[in-house]
């Protein structure tokens, strides 16, 4: 998307790590889950790094992808337009970044607006993705549409209740974690400051 030259020594390796990070395989999947879940309007992009990005570079899909996840009347994201206008474009990627975060993917598993529309890493676009399926799946409210094996299921708190009597049991046991005194003695120490006797 965006006129760069070409990268050279150390821009250049780390460049090709972060290349090396996309999975074309990955790349299907979420093609599919977002065809699935977005309706019989989207088409289907050609195969290939390139044609993912320019696919979801413009960030309507991805906020129609974020709305299809919501009950009607609640959507997170309230007008999208196709532009092409770059500003335009890149507000709505950040609205779909908020929208995912404040429905329940982890900071840390969100990418940067330029990571998508300047195709700086496709990767991390995935991760989103994968981590936003993994909620929907989660969630399992109805809204999620398409294969459930597509994504896993990210693991549940189990919440667990002791009786007083359990608690009271608990707090006269030493744990093996304080350690042991067991076999322990003082026979053969020295006393401070005595020189150590050696036979």
């Known amino acids: 998307m965006a006129n760069r030259g070409p990268s ?114 496709l990767a991390a676009v995935q991760r989103t993705l994968m981590a936003l399926g993994s909620v929907a799946v989660t969630k399992d409210d109805g809204y999620y549409r398409g294969d459930p094996n597509w994504f896993h299921r990210k693991a549940q708190g189990t919440k667990r209740a002791f009786s007083e009597e359990q608690l009271r049991k608990g707090q006269s046991v030493i744990g093996l974690q304080m350690g042991s005194n067991k076999g322990a003695s003082q026979s053969g120490m020295t006393g401070y400051g005595m020189h150590r006797q050696i036979m």
Request: one cysteine or more.
């Open 8 to 121: 050279y020594g150390l821009s250049r390796e780390v460049e090709q790590k972060i290349e090396q990070k996309y999975d074309p395989e990955l790349e299907e999947r979420l093609v599919d889950w977002i065809i699935v879940q977005c309706g019989g309007d989207v088409y289907r992009p050609v195969h290939g790094k390139l044609h993912f990005q320019k696919w979801l570079s413009t960030g309507a899909l991805l906020c129609k992808v974020i709305n299809s996840l919501h009950p009607k009347d609640q959507e997170p994201i309230k007008k999208i337009q196709e532009s092409t206008m770059a500003f335009k474009q890149m507000e709505h990627i950040s609205q779909f970044l908020k929208a995912a975060e404040a429905y329940g993917v982890a900071a840390m598993d969100i990418f940067q607006t330029v990571d998508l529309w300047e195709g700086k890493d």
